[in-house]
């Protein structure tokens, strides 16, 4: 497996200074992060759902290099279930 994205982490400020105001509020505002445990905060949330859409990553993969980055341990499944929630956040 390569190094686990660069896009996700290397530049994580740069990428959160792009953001709008207010979008780890909305991200709460929007029910992201409503249901579960696994996702403390917006931005853990962001640099996982960055691993699946920027690296063409399967679920599994995704998951599997979030986990060995040490952020978050989720099943796929888990984790699709969290994208679905995440529909109004991102619009």
């Known amino acids: 497996m390569t190094s686990t ?16 105001d207010g979008w780890q509020d909305k991200a709460r ?12 905060s917006p931005a853990l949330l962001l ?4 691993i699946y859409f ?8 995704t998951v599997a290099r979030a986990a060995a980055a040490g952020l978050v341990n989720i ?3 888990a984790l699709l279930k969290r994208i679905d929630k995440c529909g109004a956040w991102f619009q």
């Open 47 to 50: 640099r996982v759902l960055l």
């Open 5 to 20: 994205t660069n896009l996700a982490f290397d530049d994580w400020e740069k990428i959160t200074m792009l953001l709008p």
């Open 29 to 40: 505002e929007c029910g992201a992060l409503k249901f579960g445990r696994q996702f403390t």
């Open 75 to 77: 099943s796929d499944v």
């Open 54 to 61: 920027c690296n063409d990553c399967s679920m599994r993969e």
